[in-house]
């Protein structure tokens, strides 16, 4: 983790600055920080201008989150049974899962923490069903989808994105000055090149995926030396080696900035996986009703409406287990 490098208020920062400003959020959330605390954090701050730097960035993007009631999280926590955390470290827990919802913190128990960190310190970012439009410093459009993060990188020489996490569309605003700047977003696996283009931009695991609206698009793996230009209509992907290859995209693929996610005929696991991007928690389905297809238009605003009307077009069962804890399953004989 230590060599991993995140960014703060634009300049770059080491991860483990980036962790340590965290632990110092979460600790002074907690309210129970003592005066030797207090104290020490300040030492920290002073110790170093990175220190300071990366306190506050992410003192800004927590925003409300340092706001929590801290009376009322103790007495919260202090109806929970006993269990092997400390007090402060239920604190701890208790803020981390306020800020970025079970999905965030099981990822980070799964090896995501770093990812997270990135997120936290990006320049723009959104949560998991919140949706974001601005204009760009060029007056290009952005928007960011649900869970996503990006850095803004203008210089004299190009207009870039960095796409920390999720999903973006860009309307990309003519370039008037001189010299010419392209327009790039920038991935873990490489960089789509605007060519007077609307498009979105998605990462994934293993991959980065492209769609055109408008325009073109070129495709440039961070490693190797194919490329691919997409054009409108057009879908494809890169990993950090390889191209994967055009294909045609339905109109429904911009569907969220609408609020909407259209499905035609799509597999319910499928289904389920996109409507998860919008809501915290686990959201899964059996292996046996894994295949059957669905359609329609569905609100990505009231997703709780839409889960539980999964029975009325398909022979299936919805179990909810807790808020955040969903299962589909094969409709059972009465």
Not at 61 to 72: I, K, N, T
Not at 125 to 149: F, I, K, Q, W, Y
Not at 215 to 239: D, S
């Amino acid at each position: 983790m230590r060599g991993a490098t995140v960014y703060a208020q634009g300049q770059p920062i080491d991860l483990a600055v980036a962790m340590q400003a965290a632990e110092w959020l979460a600790t002074l959330m907690s309210g129970e920080t003592t005066p030797a605390e207090k104290t020490a954090w300040q030492q920290w701050r002073q110790a170093h201008p990175d220190h300071e730097r990366a306190w506050k960035h992410i003192e800004s993007v927590s925003g409300g989150l340092r706001e929590l009631d801290a009376q009322a999280s103790r007495q919260a926590l202090a109806q929970r049974p006993a269990s092997p955390l400390s007090r402060r470290g239920s604190l701890q827990l208790l803020a981390w899962v306020s800020a970025i919802g079970l999905t965030g913190w099981f990822g980070a128990r799964s090896g995501y923490a770093p990812e997270m960190a990135r997120a936290a310190l990006a320049d723009l970012s959104t949560g998991v069903g919140e949706r974001r439009e601005l204009t760009l410093p060029d007056g290009s459009r952005l928007h960011l989808n649900s869970g996503s993060a990006v850095n803004i990188r203008f210089t004299a020489k190009q207009r870039m994105l960095q796409l920390v996490r999720g999903e973006v569309f860009i309307a990309t605003a003519r370039e008037t000055g001189m010299p010419y700047r392209p327009f790039l977003v920038e991935t873990a696996h490489g960089h789509a090149q605007a060519l007077g283009t609307r498009y979105a931009v998605r990462e994934t695991e293993g991959s980065t995926l492209v769609a055109v609206e408008e325009g073109a698009v070129r495709l440039v793996p961070r490693h190797g030396h194919a490329n691919l230009v997409l054009q409108a209509g057009q879908g494809g992907g890169m990993t950090a080696r390889s191209i994967v290859p055009a294909h045609a995209v339905s109109p429904d693929r911009w569907a969220w900035r609408q609020g909407l996610l259209l499905a035609d005929a799509m597999p319910l696991r499928d289904f389920l996986h996109e409507l998860s991007r919008y809501r915290h928690g686990w959201l899964g389905c059996d292996d046996a009703v894994a295949g059957l297809r669905i359609s329609g238009v569905f609100p990505l605003a009231d997703l709780d409406a839409v889960l539980l009307s999964l029975p009325d077009s398909l022979p299936v069962d919805v179990r909810l287990r807790t808020r955040y804890w969903v299962q589909v399953e094969a409709r059972q004989q009465r």
